[in-house]
């Protein structure tokens, strides 16, 4: 018989076997053991299993419990909270650091012709890039982005004749019928014809072509195909024409229709048809998707190029300008398009609405692209050509204003000289060097004031004297003039060549001077005095020497050199 496993064995206690009488008594007398304490008397009739609490509750005990631990959830909702900021902060942070040394790590390349080819007239040649120029030519000349992109289709069907061979001179709107017929295949558009014409293919190219009044027409003559056999689609893109709005009706299409008209009724409904053959270029794409006022996705192209073009069609100028300078464009075409993108105040940013923001991201590109520049200019070999970009840059106020931080950072103070650069640029230069770097301005002294000269000198010499380093050659000290530059261009030539004679020709001897003002000039070249005057036995220059040392309070290393040996030789 099977077993049945869902059935449950009852509890059973084992039953106690009990031998005779002294057995039972023995196991009687166990189980009262067991339960001594509760032996009669001992347990109450009542128990009483709750006690009453003692402590009195106190609310002000409880609330304050309660009020702690929430401040203790808030705080630790806080923390987690704050170092959840600092730490998007710091990504933030490391992400826009990684971006601007991204940005301005720009390098600058030249072959043969770059040289000659930044100071032509910019054209397709000189960009080695047809597309780049006409970008250029898109910014510097304002065009809006449709009607750049209808030039574009314009350009793209002349070439397209000039290949065929078929015209010489183009005419428009009559040579739209031709080019549907040459460049499209009936069979892979399956293209509709009518009257012997492919009235879509020849809506769509007069469409990229911005003839509008030539569709009217062309709706007008037939309007029983494009009304009646095709619903109401001259009605509804007549419409939108007129009023820029995308509607459309009782139109049917299907996917075995004509490409073109695929296209057409897709873009009345708001859409940009992915048919390849019909939108067979980014022009196409990007051409389609402003018209249906739909935001262009500039990361979806992978190619700079595209990648620049989709910028601009989109208002996204500081991305271009980003693109430009990280690009490896032809360096001809990357200074013309940086040039007309930085300069120009009227192309504002559509992705920087605020105004302030805006000037602020204009000054940097201002910045940058001077910057450029003057790596360009770093890698000119011809003088004049340098000076022409430097001419070119101050003729524009908004570059001026960063010329004097590039001439000195890229070693260029003999521009200084030039008459073509601005009083302006020379005197900001000359103001910036006084206050960092003197030496430089030596090459320009005939462009400074006496006293700025005197200036230059003095600390130049003093500091020469205090570190043991000598000035250059080319400096020519006798153009130290003024009182104080001449006493210290003595002692710096006593310092460096130490003789009795020199020491003579200095200030040390003549006691009408007030030595108070040169005192650490002095402490430096005190034992080199002591030292010669000990060499040549002079007395007189040695008593004039330990009078100096207590009239000016000369330090004690000074003193320590005045020994019982000096003073007895004095």
């Known amino acids: 018989m099977k077993r049945d496993n869902r059935k449950i064995a009852p509890l059973v206690y084992k039953p106690i076997d009990i031998n005779n009488i002294t057995h039972f008594i023995t196991l009687l007398k166990i189980k009262q053991e067991a339960y001594t304490e509760f032996s009669e008397g001992t347990v109450s009739e009542y128990p009483c299993f709750f006690d009453q609490k003692k402590d009195i509750l106190s609310t002000e ?4 419990g309660y009020m702690d631990k929430k401040v203790i959830e808030i705080y630790s909702k806080m923390k987690v909270s704050f170092l959840d900021q600092v730490e998007k902060s710091m990504i933030q942070f490391i992400n826009n650091k990684k971006s601007e040394f991204e940005f301005l790590n720009f390098k ?14 910019p054209s397709a040649s000189s960009f080695s890039d047809e597309l780049l120029f006409d970008c250029f030519t898109f910014l510097k000349n304002q065009i809006p982005p449709i009607k750049f992109l209808e030039n574009g289709f314009k350009r793209h069907m002349v070439k397209f004749f000039e290949t065929q061979q078929e015209k010489e001179n183009i005419s428009y709107p009559d040579c739209v019928q031709d080019y549907v017929r040459l460049k499209y295949s009936t069979t892979a558009a399956n293209m509709a014809v009518y009257e012997g014409r492919y009235l879509w293919a020849e809506i769509y190219v007069l469409f990229r072509l911005g003839m509008y009044n030539e569709i009217k027409g062309l709706f007008a003559k037939f309007n029983t195909f494009f009304n009646k056999i095709n619903g109401e689609f001259a009605t509804y893109f007549l ?3 007129n009023s820029g709005v995308n509607t459309v009706g009782k139109v049917n299409c299907n996917e075995r229709d004509d490409k073109f008209k695929i296209v057409m009724v897709g873009f009345l409904e708001g859409n940009v048809v992915n048919e390849p053959y019909v939108i067979s270029s980014v022009e196409d794409y990007l051409f389609m998707l402003l018209h249906n006022t739909k935001k262009i996705d500039t990361s979806v192209f992978m190619n700079p ?12 100028y500081q991305k271009a300008f980003k693109l430009v300078l990280r690009s490896e464009f032809n360096i001809v075409a990357k200074f013309h398009l940086l040039n007309v993108l930085s300069y120009s105040i009227d192309l504002v940013d559509s992705e920087i609405p605020d105004r302030e923001l805006a000037d602020k991201t204009f000054r940097e590109n201002c910045r940058v692209f001077c910057m450029f520049v003057f790596k360009i200019i770093d890698k000119l070999t011809l003088y004049h050509y340098k000076l022409n970009l430097v001419e070119m840059l101050q003729d524009n106020n908004d570059y001026a204003n960063y010329i004097p931080e590039f001439i000195i950072k890229h070693n260029l103070i003999e521009m200084v000289k030039e008459d073509v650069i601005k009083n302006k640029i020379k005197e900001r230069i000359i103001t910036e060097l006084i206050g960092t770097d003197k030496k430089k301005l030596l090459k320009i002294l005939q462009y400074l004031d006496d006293s700025v000269i005197e200036g230059i000198f003095e600390d130049l010499l003093e500091q020469a004297i205090l570190t043991d380093h000598k000035l250059p050659q080319n400096i020519n000290l006798s153009k130290a003039e003024g009182k104080k530059a001449e006493d210290l261009r003595d002692l710096y030539i006593f310092n460096f060549e130490p003789s009795i004679s020199n020491l003579k020709s200095t200030i040390l001897v003549d006691p009408t001077i007030d030595l108070r003002p040169y005192k650490f000039i002095i402490e430096h070249v005190f034992r080199k005095a002591l030292h010669v005057c000990k060499e040549s036995k002079d007395k007189e220059i040695s008593r004039i020497l330990f009078e100096i040392n207590g009239k000016i309070d000369l330090n004690e290393e000074c003193s320590s050199l005045l020994t019982n040996d000096f003073l007895m030789f004095i």
């Not at 005990?61 to 304050?64: D, F, L």
């Not at 600058?108 to 012709?113: E, R, S």
């Not at 990648?307 to 208002?315: H, N, R, Y």
């Open 239 to 241: 419409q939108y024409l």
């Open 108 to 121: 600058v390349f030249f072959d043969d012709t770059t040289e000659n080819d930044l100071f032509t007239e």
């Open 61 to 64: 005990s409880i609330h304050r």
């Open 305 to 316: 190029r595209i990648e620049f073009l989709a910028s601009l069609m989109a208002g996204s």
